[in-house]
Protein backbone atom coordinates (compact mmCIF):
# COMPACT_ATOMS: atom_id res chain seq x y z
CA UNK A 1 0.00 0.00 0.00
CA UNK A 2 2.33 2.22 -1.32
CA UNK A 3 0.16 4.74 -2.22
CA UNK A 4 -0.92 5.21 1.29
CA UNK A 5 2.53 7.07 1.91
CA UNK A 6 2.39 10.93 2.85
CA UNK A 7 3.62 12.61 -0.44
CA UNK A 8 5.71 15.22 -0.02
CA UNK A 9 4.21 18.53 -1.17
CA UNK A 10 4.85 19.12 -4.83
CA UNK A 11 6.78 22.89 -4.94
CA UNK A 12 4.76 25.31 -7.38
CA UNK A 13 1.40 25.86 -8.59
CA UNK A 14 0.28 22.42 -10.07
CA UNK A 15 -3.11 21.11 -8.97
CA UNK A 16 -2.81 17.64 -7.85
CA UNK A 17 -4.04 15.95 -5.59
CA UNK A 18 -1.89 14.68 -2.58
CA UNK A 19 -2.14 11.81 -0.27
CA UNK A 20 -1.82 13.26 2.80
CA UNK A 21 -2.22 10.09 4.50
CA UNK A 22 -3.69 9.19 7.92
CA UNK A 23 -5.19 12.43 9.83
CA UNK A 24 -6.41 11.98 13.59
CA UNK A 25 -9.78 13.25 14.63
CA UNK A 26 -9.78 15.83 17.19
CA UNK A 27 -13.49 16.94 16.96
CA UNK A 28 -15.72 16.21 19.29
CA UNK A 29 -17.19 13.01 21.05
CA UNK A 30 -20.91 13.54 21.60
CA UNK A 31 -20.85 10.45 24.04
CA UNK A 32 -23.88 7.59 24.97
CA UNK A 33 -27.22 10.02 24.65
CA UNK A 34 -26.06 11.20 20.86
CA UNK A 35 -25.44 7.53 20.12
CA UNK A 36 -28.53 6.69 21.29
CA UNK A 37 -30.48 8.82 19.77
CA UNK A 38 -28.27 8.00 16.12
CA UNK A 39 -29.38 4.50 16.64
CA UNK A 40 -33.07 5.69 17.60
CA UNK A 41 -33.58 7.64 14.62
CA UNK A 42 -31.60 4.97 12.33
CA UNK A 43 -33.86 2.21 13.95
CA UNK A 44 -36.99 4.92 13.26
CA UNK A 45 -36.02 5.43 9.58
CA UNK A 46 -34.80 1.38 8.89
CA UNK A 47 -38.90 0.82 9.84
CA UNK A 48 -39.89 2.40 6.82
CA UNK A 49 -37.27 1.28 4.98
CA UNK A 50 -35.51 4.87 4.53
CA UNK A 51 -31.86 4.42 4.19
CA UNK A 52 -32.34 0.84 3.34
CA UNK A 53 -32.63 -0.85 -0.14
CA UNK A 54 -35.71 -0.16 -2.08
CA UNK A 55 -36.94 -3.65 -1.90
CA UNK A 56 -37.14 -2.89 2.13
CA UNK A 57 -39.23 0.40 1.81
CA UNK A 58 -42.46 -1.55 -0.40
CA UNK A 59 -43.84 -3.66 2.18
CA UNK A 60 -43.56 -0.88 4.69
CA UNK A 61 -44.75 1.70 2.81
CA UNK A 62 -47.98 -0.60 1.38
CA UNK A 63 -49.14 -1.46 4.86
CA UNK A 64 -48.54 2.51 5.41
CA UNK A 65 -51.06 3.31 2.84
CA UNK A 66 -53.32 0.24 3.39
CA UNK A 67 -53.80 1.56 7.16
CA UNK A 68 -54.57 5.42 5.14
CA UNK A 69 -56.70 4.45 2.62
CA UNK A 70 -59.67 3.37 4.17
CA UNK A 71 -59.80 6.61 6.30
CA UNK A 72 -59.60 8.56 3.27
CA UNK A 73 -62.41 6.75 1.66
CA UNK A 74 -64.59 7.48 5.02
CA UNK A 75 -63.91 11.04 4.78
CA UNK A 76 -64.77 11.16 1.24
CA UNK A 77 -67.98 9.41 2.13
CA UNK A 78 -68.56 11.54 5.02
CA UNK A 79 -67.75 14.83 2.95
CA UNK A 80 -69.78 13.77 -0.01
CA UNK A 81 -73.46 12.43 1.91
CA UNK A 82 -72.78 15.62 4.46
CA UNK A 83 -73.30 13.06 7.12
CA UNK A 84 -73.24 14.62 10.30
CA UNK A 85 -71.15 11.91 12.30
CA UNK A 86 -67.60 9.78 10.91
CA UNK A 87 -68.88 6.21 9.60
CA UNK A 88 -66.85 5.08 12.77
CA UNK A 89 -65.23 6.35 16.06
CA UNK A 90 -61.17 7.04 16.04
CA UNK A 91 -60.75 4.39 19.02
CA UNK A 92 -62.30 1.87 16.51
CA UNK A 93 -59.94 2.43 13.65
CA UNK A 94 -57.16 0.08 14.99
CA UNK A 95 -59.16 -2.65 15.94
CA UNK A 96 -60.82 -2.67 12.50
CA UNK A 97 -56.88 -2.42 11.12
CA UNK A 98 -55.82 -4.80 13.64
CA UNK A 99 -54.85 -7.29 11.29
CA UNK A 100 -52.52 -4.26 9.28
CA UNK A 101 -50.99 -3.55 12.42
CA UNK A 102 -49.78 -6.81 13.37
CA UNK A 103 -48.65 -7.28 9.40
CA UNK A 104 -46.03 -4.21 10.05
CA UNK A 105 -44.80 -5.44 13.30
CA UNK A 106 -44.31 -8.90 12.01
CA UNK A 107 -42.46 -7.71 9.42
CA UNK A 108 -40.51 -4.68 11.28
CA UNK A 109 -39.81 -6.25 15.05
CA UNK A 110 -37.30 -8.98 13.84
CA UNK A 111 -35.70 -6.22 11.12
CA UNK A 112 -35.27 -4.18 14.15
CA UNK A 113 -33.63 -6.20 16.06
CA UNK A 114 -33.16 -9.83 14.48
CA UNK A 115 -30.55 -8.57 12.03
CA UNK A 116 -28.33 -7.33 14.89
CA UNK A 117 -28.64 -10.64 16.57
CA UNK A 118 -28.36 -12.89 13.39
CA UNK A 119 -25.32 -11.50 12.37
CA UNK A 120 -23.73 -10.76 15.35
CA UNK A 121 -23.48 -6.76 15.03
CA UNK A 122 -24.80 -6.58 19.06
CA UNK A 123 -20.98 -6.94 20.42
CA UNK A 124 -20.14 -4.15 18.08
CA UNK A 125 -22.27 -1.63 19.81
CA UNK A 126 -21.52 -2.48 23.37
CA UNK A 127 -17.78 -1.75 22.74
CA UNK A 128 -18.99 1.56 22.32
CA UNK A 129 -20.44 4.37 24.91
CA UNK A 130 -23.78 2.27 24.59
CA UNK A 131 -24.91 0.14 27.39
CA UNK A 132 -27.55 -2.19 26.81
CA UNK A 133 -30.24 -0.34 28.45
CA UNK A 134 -29.27 2.79 25.73
CA UNK A 135 -29.83 -0.30 22.87
CA UNK A 136 -33.11 -1.53 23.91
CA UNK A 137 -34.48 1.68 24.93
CA UNK A 138 -33.64 3.33 21.20
CA UNK A 139 -34.71 -0.23 19.58
CA UNK A 140 -38.26 0.02 21.75
CA UNK A 141 -38.69 3.65 21.32
CA UNK A 142 -38.49 3.56 17.79
CA UNK A 143 -40.43 0.48 16.86
CA UNK A 144 -43.07 2.42 19.36
CA UNK A 145 -43.12 5.84 17.13
CA UNK A 146 -43.29 3.68 13.58
CA UNK A 147 -45.93 2.10 15.08
CA UNK A 148 -47.73 5.54 16.74
CA UNK A 149 -47.04 6.87 13.00
CA UNK A 150 -48.62 4.26 11.37
CA UNK A 151 -51.89 3.92 13.76
CA UNK A 152 -51.84 7.83 13.82
CA UNK A 153 -51.32 9.19 10.54
CA UNK A 154 -55.02 7.30 9.42
CA UNK A 155 -56.87 9.43 12.19
CA UNK A 156 -55.23 12.53 11.23
CA UNK A 157 -56.41 12.06 8.44
CA UNK A 158 -60.16 11.47 9.46
CA UNK A 159 -60.01 14.39 12.10
CA UNK A 160 -58.87 16.96 9.54
CA UNK A 161 -61.97 15.38 7.09
CA UNK A 162 -64.47 15.51 9.61
CA UNK A 163 -63.32 18.96 10.37
CA UNK A 164 -63.61 19.12 6.17
CA UNK A 165 -67.16 17.98 6.18
CA UNK A 166 -67.99 21.25 9.23
CA UNK A 167 -68.88 18.14 11.65
CA UNK A 168 -69.35 19.54 15.58
CA UNK A 169 -65.43 20.75 16.29
CA UNK A 170 -65.81 19.38 20.41
CA UNK A 171 -66.92 16.24 19.68
CA UNK A 172 -64.20 15.74 17.02
CA UNK A 173 -61.28 17.01 18.86
CA UNK A 174 -62.02 14.47 21.89
CA UNK A 175 -62.76 11.73 19.85
CA UNK A 176 -59.65 12.68 18.25
CA UNK A 177 -57.75 12.68 21.32
CA UNK A 178 -58.79 9.86 22.77
CA UNK A 179 -58.17 7.58 19.82
CA UNK A 180 -54.83 9.15 20.17
CA UNK A 181 -54.06 8.18 23.90
CA UNK A 182 -55.72 4.52 22.56
CA UNK A 183 -52.75 4.22 19.27
CA UNK A 184 -49.98 5.35 21.68
CA UNK A 185 -50.88 2.43 24.00
CA UNK A 186 -51.12 0.22 21.58
CA UNK A 187 -47.95 0.88 19.95
CA UNK A 188 -46.31 0.57 23.58
CA UNK A 189 -47.67 -2.48 24.03
CA UNK A 190 -47.23 -4.06 20.74
CA UNK A 191 -43.36 -2.84 19.97
CA UNK A 192 -42.82 -4.71 23.38
CA UNK A 193 -44.47 -7.79 22.65
CA UNK A 194 -43.11 -7.77 19.05
CA UNK A 195 -39.61 -7.43 20.05
CA UNK A 196 -39.31 -9.77 22.68
CA UNK A 197 -40.66 -12.43 20.52
CA UNK A 198 -38.53 -11.08 17.60
CA UNK A 199 -35.29 -10.96 20.00
CA UNK A 200 -35.20 -14.35 20.81
CA UNK A 201 -35.92 -15.67 17.33
CA UNK A 202 -32.47 -14.28 15.27
CA UNK A 203 -33.49 -16.66 12.61
CA UNK A 204 -34.98 -14.91 9.66
CA UNK A 205 -38.57 -16.04 8.65
CA UNK A 206 -38.70 -17.21 12.07
CA UNK A 207 -39.52 -14.01 13.88
CA UNK A 208 -42.02 -12.78 11.45
CA UNK A 209 -44.18 -16.37 11.80
CA UNK A 210 -43.73 -15.84 15.92
CA UNK A 211 -44.97 -12.30 15.74
CA UNK A 212 -47.93 -13.11 13.89
CA UNK A 213 -48.61 -15.94 15.99
CA UNK A 214 -48.09 -14.69 19.22
CA UNK A 215 -50.56 -11.73 18.19
CA UNK A 216 -52.80 -13.82 16.32
CA UNK A 217 -53.63 -17.24 18.19
CA UNK A 218 -54.37 -15.58 21.79
CA UNK A 219 -56.44 -12.99 19.66
CA UNK A 220 -58.52 -15.85 17.71
CA UNK A 221 -58.58 -17.82 21.26
CA UNK A 222 -59.80 -15.32 23.44
CA UNK A 223 -63.10 -14.27 20.85
CA UNK A 224 -63.61 -17.80 20.41
CA UNK A 225 -63.99 -17.99 23.99
CA UNK A 226 -65.65 -14.96 24.91
CA UNK A 227 -68.22 -15.78 21.55
CA UNK A 228 -69.33 -18.82 23.25
CA UNK A 229 -68.94 -17.30 27.04
CA UNK A 230 -71.26 -14.88 25.95
CA UNK A 231 -73.48 -17.80 23.66
CA UNK A 232 -73.35 -19.56 27.30
CA UNK A 233 -75.65 -16.43 29.18
CA UNK A 234 -72.21 -16.48 31.23
CA UNK A 235 -71.66 -12.96 29.77
CA UNK A 236 -69.73 -11.90 33.01
CA UNK A 237 -66.61 -13.77 32.27
CA UNK A 238 -66.61 -12.32 28.79
CA UNK A 239 -64.25 -8.96 30.28
CA UNK A 240 -61.75 -11.53 31.78
CA UNK A 241 -61.32 -13.22 28.86
CA UNK A 242 -60.26 -10.51 26.87
CA UNK A 243 -56.92 -9.95 28.95
CA UNK A 244 -55.03 -12.52 27.32
CA UNK A 245 -54.67 -11.04 23.97
CA UNK A 246 -52.68 -7.63 23.01
CA UNK A 247 -55.32 -6.39 20.78
CA UNK A 248 -58.74 -6.91 23.30
CA UNK A 249 -57.17 -5.32 26.35
CA UNK A 250 -56.30 -2.44 24.44
CA UNK A 251 -60.30 -2.84 23.08
CA UNK A 252 -61.12 -2.93 26.96
CA UNK A 253 -59.07 -0.44 27.86
CA UNK A 254 -60.22 2.08 25.24
CA UNK A 255 -63.60 0.97 26.07
CA UNK A 256 -63.73 1.35 29.64
CA UNK A 257 -61.84 4.98 29.89
CA UNK A 258 -61.50 6.45 26.34
CA UNK A 259 -65.47 5.93 25.35
CA UNK A 260 -65.08 3.35 22.58
CA UNK A 261 -67.85 0.82 21.99
CA UNK A 262 -66.02 -2.64 22.49
CA UNK A 263 -65.78 -4.88 19.88
CA UNK A 264 -66.46 -7.73 22.26
CA UNK A 265 -68.99 -10.06 21.41
CA UNK A 266 -72.39 -8.61 22.90
CA UNK A 267 -70.71 -5.16 23.18
CA UNK A 268 -70.22 -5.57 26.83
CA UNK A 269 -66.65 -3.97 27.22
CA UNK A 270 -65.45 -4.18 30.63
CA UNK A 271 -66.72 -1.60 33.42
CA UNK A 272 -64.12 0.56 35.17
CA UNK A 273 -63.46 -1.60 38.14
CA UNK A 274 -62.55 -4.07 35.18
CA UNK A 275 -61.31 -1.51 32.87
CA UNK A 276 -58.43 -0.66 35.97
CA UNK A 277 -57.36 -4.81 35.67
CA UNK A 278 -57.22 -4.14 32.09
CA UNK A 279 -54.95 -0.50 32.18
CA UNK A 280 -52.33 -2.50 35.30
CA UNK A 281 -52.19 -5.51 33.13
CA UNK A 282 -51.63 -3.77 30.46
CA UNK A 283 -49.20 -1.02 31.81
CA UNK A 284 -47.90 -4.16 33.12
CA UNK A 285 -46.74 -6.13 30.09
CA UNK A 286 -45.15 -3.29 28.74
CA UNK A 287 -42.90 -3.00 31.62
CA UNK A 288 -42.16 -6.25 31.84
CA UNK A 289 -41.14 -6.65 27.81
CA UNK A 290 -38.89 -3.72 28.77
CA UNK A 291 -37.49 -5.99 31.34
CA UNK A 292 -37.25 -9.12 29.16
CA UNK A 293 -35.45 -7.21 26.81
CA UNK A 294 -33.11 -5.95 29.22
CA UNK A 295 -32.41 -9.03 30.27
CA UNK A 296 -32.15 -10.52 26.86
CA UNK A 297 -28.96 -8.23 25.84
CA UNK A 298 -27.33 -8.75 29.00
CA UNK A 299 -26.70 -11.89 27.87
CA UNK A 300 -25.61 -11.49 24.37
CA UNK A 301 -22.86 -8.86 25.27
CA UNK A 302 -19.35 -9.59 23.51
CA UNK B 1 -1.65 1.99 27.56
CA UNK B 2 -2.70 -1.12 29.76
CA UNK B 3 -1.99 -1.98 33.09
CA UNK B 4 -3.51 -5.12 35.07
CA UNK B 5 -2.87 -5.76 38.70
CA UNK B 6 -3.42 -9.10 39.85
CA UNK B 7 -6.41 -8.99 37.82
CA UNK B 8 -8.61 -12.24 38.42
CA UNK B 9 -11.76 -13.03 36.52
CA UNK B 10 -13.79 -16.43 38.33
CA UNK B 11 -16.73 -18.11 36.68
CA UNK B 12 -18.78 -20.67 38.90
CA UNK B 13 -16.45 -23.18 37.26
CA UNK B 14 -13.57 -22.18 35.76
CA UNK B 15 -11.17 -19.12 36.77
CA UNK B 16 -10.51 -17.51 33.18
CA UNK B 17 -7.84 -15.18 34.87
CA UNK B 18 -5.68 -15.55 37.43
CA UNK B 19 -3.85 -13.02 39.20
CA UNK B 20 -2.99 -11.61 36.01
CA UNK B 21 -0.37 -8.22 36.42
CA UNK B 22 1.16 -7.35 32.79
CA UNK B 23 2.20 -3.60 31.46
CA UNK B 24 1.36 -2.66 28.14
CA UNK B 25 3.00 0.16 26.66
CA UNK B 26 2.52 2.13 23.20
CA UNK B 27 3.12 0.02 20.32
CA UNK B 28 1.81 -3.00 18.54
CA UNK B 29 1.27 -5.70 21.83
CA UNK B 30 0.86 -9.50 20.83
CA UNK B 31 -1.30 -11.27 23.18
CA UNK B 32 -0.41 -14.83 22.53
CA UNK B 33 -2.31 -17.88 24.42
CA UNK B 34 -4.00 -21.17 22.92
CA UNK B 35 -8.10 -21.25 23.10
CA UNK B 36 -9.16 -20.45 26.43
CA UNK B 37 -6.01 -19.38 27.64
CA UNK B 38 -8.36 -16.18 28.36
CA UNK B 39 -7.85 -13.63 25.80
CA UNK B 40 -11.28 -12.68 25.25
CA UNK B 41 -12.20 -12.28 29.02
CA UNK B 42 -9.03 -10.38 29.22
CA UNK B 43 -10.90 -7.76 26.18
CA UNK B 44 -14.08 -7.83 27.75
CA UNK B 45 -12.76 -6.87 31.12
CA UNK B 46 -10.41 -3.78 29.67
CA UNK B 47 -13.37 -2.62 27.53
CA UNK B 48 -15.22 -2.47 31.09
CA UNK B 49 -18.20 -5.16 30.14
CA UNK B 50 -17.28 -7.86 32.38
CA UNK B 51 -16.47 -6.99 36.03
CA UNK B 52 -13.21 -8.38 37.34
CA UNK B 53 -13.69 -10.80 40.68
CA UNK B 54 -10.48 -9.11 42.02
CA UNK B 55 -7.44 -7.10 41.20
CA UNK B 56 -8.06 -4.07 38.70
CA UNK B 57 -6.91 -2.99 35.45
CA UNK B 58 -6.32 0.52 33.66
CA UNK B 59 -6.46 1.50 30.17
CA UNK B 60 -5.26 4.78 28.50
CA UNK B 61 -5.17 5.44 32.73
CA UNK B 62 -9.08 4.85 33.14
CA UNK B 63 -10.15 2.79 35.28
CA UNK B 64 -12.50 0.09 33.96
CA UNK B 65 -14.39 -0.73 36.46
CA UNK B 66 -15.64 3.42 36.97
CA UNK B 67 -14.81 4.64 33.12
CA UNK B 68 -15.70 1.99 31.37
CA UNK B 69 -17.63 4.31 28.86
CA UNK B 70 -15.12 6.82 28.74
CA UNK B 71 -12.67 4.35 27.73
CA UNK B 72 -15.29 2.47 25.14
CA UNK B 73 -15.11 6.13 23.47
CA UNK B 74 -11.54 6.04 23.00
CA UNK B 75 -10.77 2.11 22.27
CA UNK B 76 -11.66 0.28 19.05
CA UNK B 77 -12.65 -3.13 18.96
CA UNK B 78 -12.61 -5.35 16.49
CA UNK B 79 -14.04 -8.86 17.22
CA UNK B 80 -13.13 -12.34 15.93
CA UNK B 81 -16.24 -13.56 14.60
CA UNK B 82 -18.21 -12.15 11.78
CA UNK B 83 -20.10 -8.91 12.62
CA UNK B 84 -21.39 -7.53 9.48
CA UNK B 85 -24.87 -7.32 8.07
CA UNK B 86 -24.46 -8.34 4.29
CA UNK B 87 -27.16 -6.07 3.15
CA UNK B 88 -25.39 -2.54 3.42
CA UNK B 89 -22.42 -1.15 2.13
CA UNK B 90 -19.42 -0.71 3.96
CA UNK B 91 -19.74 2.62 3.96
CA UNK B 92 -23.11 2.62 5.21
CA UNK B 93 -21.81 0.43 7.91
CA UNK B 94 -18.93 2.06 9.29
CA UNK B 95 -20.92 5.68 9.17
CA UNK B 96 -23.55 4.23 11.36
CA UNK B 97 -20.70 2.55 13.85
CA UNK B 98 -18.73 5.81 13.53
CA UNK B 99 -22.10 7.70 14.86
CA UNK B 100 -22.30 5.19 17.62
CA UNK B 101 -19.07 5.97 18.67
CA UNK B 102 -19.92 9.39 19.00
CA UNK B 103 -19.28 11.14 16.18
CA UNK B 104 -21.60 13.80 14.51
CA UNK B 105 -22.69 12.78 11.29
CA UNK B 106 -20.66 15.04 9.28
CA UNK B 107 -17.38 14.15 10.58
CA UNK B 108 -18.62 10.20 10.51
CA UNK B 109 -18.87 10.74 6.85
CA UNK B 110 -15.60 11.79 6.27
CA UNK B 111 -13.94 9.44 8.69
CA UNK B 112 -15.43 6.47 6.90
CA UNK B 113 -14.45 8.00 3.81
CA UNK B 114 -10.44 8.06 5.42
CA UNK B 115 -10.36 4.86 7.08
CA UNK B 116 -11.89 2.33 4.54
CA UNK B 117 -9.46 4.07 2.16
CA UNK B 118 -6.54 3.53 4.55
CA UNK B 119 -7.64 -0.41 5.01
CA UNK B 120 -7.97 -0.37 1.27
CA UNK B 121 -11.57 -0.53 0.30
CA UNK B 122 -11.75 1.91 -2.60
CA UNK B 123 -15.20 1.63 -4.87
CA UNK B 124 -16.37 -1.90 -3.99
CA UNK B 125 -17.07 -0.09 -0.23
CA UNK B 126 -20.76 1.00 -2.19
CA UNK B 127 -21.67 -2.14 -2.42
CA UNK B 128 -23.48 -4.48 -0.21
CA UNK B 129 -20.85 -6.44 2.60
CA UNK B 130 -22.55 -9.89 1.54
CA UNK B 131 -20.94 -9.86 -1.91
CA UNK B 132 -16.94 -9.16 -0.44
CA UNK B 133 -14.28 -11.75 0.00
CA UNK B 134 -13.29 -13.04 3.42
CA UNK B 135 -10.51 -10.39 2.88
CA UNK B 136 -12.69 -7.51 2.29
CA UNK B 137 -14.85 -8.48 5.26
CA UNK B 138 -11.68 -7.85 7.49
CA UNK B 139 -10.63 -4.79 6.36
CA UNK B 140 -14.22 -3.64 6.76
CA UNK B 141 -14.41 -4.92 10.26
CA UNK B 142 -10.97 -3.53 11.13
CA UNK B 143 -12.41 0.00 9.22
CA UNK B 144 -15.32 -0.11 12.31
CA UNK B 145 -12.83 -0.61 14.64
CA UNK B 146 -10.42 2.46 13.75
CA UNK B 147 -13.29 4.90 12.16
CA UNK B 148 -13.32 6.88 15.70
CA UNK B 149 -9.28 7.45 15.84
CA UNK B 150 -8.89 5.54 19.00
CA UNK B 151 -5.49 5.68 20.71
CA UNK B 152 -5.96 1.57 21.43
CA UNK B 153 -7.75 -1.13 19.36
CA UNK B 154 -8.34 -4.31 20.53
CA UNK B 155 -7.68 -6.97 17.01
CA UNK B 156 -9.36 -10.32 18.27
CA UNK B 157 -7.45 -13.11 15.75
CA UNK B 158 -7.52 -10.84 13.11
CA UNK B 159 -5.92 -13.05 10.58
CA UNK B 160 -8.34 -15.46 10.88
CA UNK B 161 -9.75 -17.22 7.87
CA UNK B 162 -7.15 -15.40 5.07
CA UNK B 163 -5.14 -16.65 2.73
CA UNK B 164 -1.32 -16.43 2.71
CA UNK B 165 -1.51 -13.10 0.74
CA UNK B 166 -4.75 -11.79 2.69
CA UNK B 167 -2.47 -12.74 5.86
CA UNK B 168 0.38 -11.09 4.65
CA UNK B 169 -1.39 -7.89 3.73
CA UNK B 170 -3.20 -7.64 7.20
CA UNK B 171 0.10 -8.11 9.25
CA UNK B 172 1.34 -5.08 6.85
CA UNK B 173 -1.70 -3.02 7.71
CA UNK B 174 -1.58 -3.88 11.66
CA UNK B 175 1.70 -2.97 11.63
CA UNK B 176 0.63 0.35 9.90
CA UNK B 177 -1.88 0.96 12.71
CA UNK B 178 1.05 2.02 14.72
CA UNK B 179 3.45 3.42 12.60
CA UNK B 180 1.56 5.40 10.27
CA UNK B 181 -2.09 6.07 12.20
CA UNK B 182 -0.33 6.51 15.59
CA UNK B 183 -2.84 3.93 17.20
CA UNK B 184 -1.68 1.41 19.36
CA UNK B 185 -2.44 -1.98 18.95
CA UNK B 186 -3.44 -5.00 21.27
CA UNK B 187 -3.43 -7.98 18.81
CA UNK B 188 -4.48 -11.63 19.84
CA UNK B 189 -3.21 -14.63 17.74
CA UNK B 190 -2.56 -18.01 17.68
CA UNK B 191 0.31 -17.78 15.56
CA UNK B 192 3.52 -16.98 16.95
CA UNK B 193 4.98 -16.64 13.73
CA UNK B 194 2.46 -13.55 12.46
CA UNK B 195 2.98 -11.83 16.01
CA UNK B 196 6.81 -11.97 16.10
CA UNK B 197 6.51 -9.80 12.34
CA UNK B 198 4.27 -7.18 13.08
CA UNK B 199 4.81 -6.61 17.29
CA UNK B 200 6.98 -5.14 19.43
CA UNK B 201 6.02 -6.37 22.29
CA UNK B 202 4.21 -10.42 23.20
CA UNK B 203 2.39 -11.17 26.26
CA UNK B 204 1.79 -15.01 26.51
CA UNK B 205 -0.90 -16.13 28.89
CA UNK B 206 -2.11 -19.84 29.47
CA UNK B 207 -4.87 -20.90 31.81
CA UNK B 208 -5.08 -17.21 32.37
CA UNK B 209 -1.64 -16.68 34.19
CA UNK B 210 0.77 -14.74 32.74
CA UNK B 211 3.53 -17.07 31.02
CA UNK B 212 5.91 -14.35 29.60
CA UNK B 213 6.03 -10.79 28.99
CA UNK B 214 9.23 -9.01 26.68
CA UNK B 215 9.52 -7.38 24.05
CA UNK B 216 9.79 -9.19 20.82
CA UNK B 217 13.38 -8.16 20.04
CA UNK B 218 13.74 -10.65 23.53
CA UNK B 219 12.30 -13.52 22.33
CA UNK B 220 14.00 -13.88 19.51
CA UNK B 221 17.67 -11.75 19.63
CA UNK B 222 19.24 -13.93 22.28
CA UNK B 223 21.15 -15.32 20.09
CA UNK B 224 21.06 -15.09 16.00
CA UNK B 225 21.42 -17.18 13.31
CA UNK B 226 22.59 -16.90 10.22
CA UNK B 227 22.14 -18.76 7.03
CA UNK B 228 24.80 -18.62 4.18
CA UNK B 229 24.46 -20.25 0.75
CA UNK B 230 26.77 -19.69 -1.90
CA UNK B 231 27.56 -20.58 -5.28
CA UNK B 232 30.21 -22.85 -7.12
CA UNK B 233 33.34 -21.99 -9.11
CA UNK B 234 35.90 -24.08 -11.45
CA UNK B 235 38.54 -23.23 -8.37
CA UNK B 236 36.04 -24.16 -5.76
CA UNK B 237 33.82 -27.22 -7.17
CA UNK B 238 32.37 -27.44 -3.46
CA UNK B 239 31.59 -23.91 -2.82
CA UNK B 240 29.70 -24.56 0.38
CA UNK B 241 32.83 -26.66 1.75
CA UNK B 242 35.38 -23.76 0.91
CA UNK B 243 33.50 -21.21 2.76
CA UNK B 244 33.29 -23.69 5.67
CA UNK B 245 36.87 -24.57 5.79
CA UNK B 246 37.83 -20.63 5.53
CA UNK B 247 35.24 -19.85 8.21
CA UNK B 248 36.95 -22.75 10.43
CA UNK B 249 40.26 -21.30 9.37
CA UNK B 250 39.22 -17.84 11.26
CA UNK B 251 37.82 -19.33 14.17
CA UNK B 252 33.70 -19.42 13.84
CA UNK B 253 32.13 -22.70 14.38
CA UNK B 254 29.67 -23.38 11.59
CA UNK B 255 26.93 -26.33 11.26
CA UNK B 256 25.41 -27.58 8.26
CA UNK B 257 21.74 -26.51 7.86
CA UNK B 258 20.68 -30.04 8.01
CA UNK B 259 16.90 -29.91 7.83
CA UNK B 260 16.24 -26.77 6.15
CA UNK B 261 15.34 -26.28 2.72
CA UNK B 262 18.34 -26.85 0.39
CA UNK B 263 20.48 -28.86 2.98
CA UNK B 264 24.15 -29.39 2.12
CA UNK B 265 24.21 -25.94 0.58
CA UNK B 266 23.45 -24.04 3.79
CA UNK B 267 25.71 -22.92 6.32
CA UNK B 268 24.47 -21.70 9.69
CA UNK B 269 26.72 -19.61 11.73
CA UNK B 270 25.87 -17.60 15.13
CA UNK B 271 26.43 -14.13 15.19
CA UNK B 272 28.09 -12.15 17.63
CA UNK B 273 27.60 -8.51 16.19
CA UNK B 274 28.10 -6.35 13.00
CA UNK B 275 31.46 -7.95 12.25
CA UNK B 276 30.39 -11.53 11.97
CA UNK B 277 29.04 -9.78 8.62
CA UNK B 278 31.63 -8.41 7.48
CA UNK B 279 33.46 -11.84 8.33
CA UNK B 280 31.59 -13.57 5.95
CA UNK B 281 31.59 -11.11 3.18
CA UNK B 282 35.23 -10.90 3.08
CA UNK B 283 35.67 -14.62 3.48
CA UNK B 284 33.50 -15.41 0.30
CA UNK B 285 35.20 -12.44 -1.67
CA UNK B 286 38.44 -13.62 -0.99
CA UNK B 287 37.10 -17.44 -2.64
CA UNK B 288 35.73 -15.15 -5.20
CA UNK B 289 32.59 -17.15 -4.61
CA UNK B 290 28.57 -15.39 -5.37
CA UNK B 291 26.66 -15.17 -2.38
CA UNK B 292 22.97 -16.61 -3.19
CA UNK B 293 21.84 -15.45 0.40
CA UNK B 294 22.60 -14.53 3.61
CA UNK B 295 19.54 -14.05 6.05
CA UNK B 296 18.58 -13.82 9.83
CA UNK B 297 17.22 -17.18 11.15
CA UNK B 298 15.68 -15.91 14.23
CA UNK B 299 14.82 -17.73 17.09
CA UNK B 300 11.28 -18.23 16.69
CA UNK B 301 8.58 -17.35 19.79
CA UNK B 302 7.21 -21.06 19.29
CA UNK B 303 10.67 -22.19 21.41
CA UNK B 304 9.44 -20.20 23.77
CA UNK B 305 6.73 -21.85 23.88
CA UNK B 306 8.27 -25.12 24.01
CA UNK B 307 10.64 -24.14 26.75
CA UNK B 308 8.07 -23.09 28.80
CA UNK B 309 6.04 -26.43 28.38
CA UNK B 310 9.58 -28.38 29.21
CA UNK B 311 9.24 -26.14 32.75
CA UNK B 312 5.84 -26.47 33.31
CA UNK B 313 6.04 -30.53 33.03
CA UNK B 314 9.02 -30.59 35.02
CA UNK B 315 7.36 -28.55 37.56
CA UNK B 316 4.64 -30.85 37.87
CA UNK B 317 7.03 -34.19 37.44
CA UNK B 318 8.80 -32.32 41.43
CA UNK B 319 4.88 -31.92 42.34
CA UNK B 320 4.68 -35.62 42.17
Known sequence: MATEQPTPAAAGDQTRIHNIGYRGYDGPRLGRAYARRSLYSQSLRGAYGLGRSAKTKVL??????????????????????????????????????????????????????????????????????????????????????????????????????????KLDFTDQTKGFAQGLVSVALL?????????????????????????????????????????????????????????????????????????????????????????LVYVLVTLGLIAGSYGLLIRRYKKVGL | MIATESLSKRFPRVTALDRLTVDVGPGVTGLVGANGAGKSTLIKILLGLSPATEGRAEVLGLDVATKGATIRERVGYMPEHDCLPPDVSATEFVVHMARMS??????????????????????????????????????????????????????????????????????????????????SVLVTSHLLGELERTCDHVVVIDGGKLLRASSTTDFTQNTTTLAIEVTDTDEHPDGTRAVRDALHARGVSVEDGSGLPGAGRVLLLTTTGEETYDLVRDVITD??????????????????????????????????
Not at chain 1, 75 to 90: N, Q, S
Not at chain 1, 227 to 247: E, T
Not at chain 2, 301 to 317: C, N, P, Q
Request: hydrophobic letters at 45%; proline letters at 6%; a neutral charge.
Open chain 1, 187 to 275: SLLFAGVGLVVASVTPRRGFGIAAVIAVLTIPYGAVSTLQAIADVQDSSGAVPWIGLFSPITLIDGVQTAFLGATSGFPGGTGPSTAEG
Open chain 2, 287 to 320: LGLGLVRMEQRRHHISEVFKDSDAERKEAVGHGN
Open chain 1, 60 to 165: PMLLFAVMCVPAGIMVAVAVATKADELPLRYTTYAVVMQAVISLYLASQAPQSVSRDLRFKTVPLYFSRPIETADYVRAKYAALTSALFVLTAVPLLVLYVGALLA
Open chain 2, 102 to 183: GLPPTAARERTADTLRHVGLYEERYRPIGGYSTGMKQRVKLAQALVHDPRLVFLDEPTNGLDPVGRDEMLGLIRRIHTDFGI
